[in-house]
């Protein structure tokens, strides 16, 4: 991959002067075609005091876990444990939520604004141990760049 291009692309389209939900939306386009063996891109928001996940904005096949509670599934586990989570083969994971047969590998990366866990992004790949070390690198950009927006 070629993260200096993708971390110009993700800053620009951060900074574009729209609602966050059209950027969040824009990005998860964009990584998903951009990056061959992201299959599906989302958000996953904290709701509230209440402890789930919201799935917000996502590109790929749309998927019923829409709400996920803390602890639950790889998504769950993040929301708790504040740590990025690179699964290259799910079907080594005891706590997974499937989102399809053909999901192979899943990563995970925390959003924190102000120090605080507010979601993450989700990415499914339909290959098997796809992610290095550059995959966290990128993803830790966009939710950092995410985390200046007016989320
Ligand atoms: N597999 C996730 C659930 C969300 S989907 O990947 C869209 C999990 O185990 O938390």
Do not use: R
């Not at 993708?6 to 990005?27: A, F, G, N, S, Y």
């Not at 061959?36 to 789930?52: A, I, L, P």
Request: with cysteine.
């Amino acid at each position: 991959m070629n993260i200096t291009q993708l971390k110009k692309d993700i800053l620009v389209i951060t900074q574009q002067p729209l609602h966050v939900d059209e950027i969040l939306q824009q990005i998860c386009d964009y990584l998903k075609s951009a990056v061959s063996y992201y299959d599906w891109v989302g958000f996953y928001f904290t709701n509230g005091d209440k402890k789930e996940l919201i799935l917000k904005q996502f590109a790929g096949k749309p998927t019923e876990h829409t709400i996920i509670p803390f602890g639950k599934g790889i998504c769950g586990q993040v929301a708790l444990s504040n740590q990025n989570f690179v699964v290259q083969d799910v079907t080594e994971q005891d706590n997974y939520i499937s989102c399809g047969f053909d999901v192979k590998s899943e990563i995970v990366v925390p959003i924190f604004k102000k120090g605080v866990n507010i979601g993450q992004i989700d990415i499914d790949s339909h290959h098997i141990a796809p992610f290095v070390t550059e995959d966290e690198e990128l993803l830790e950009y966009v939710c950092e760049q995410v985390a200046k927006l007016n989320i």
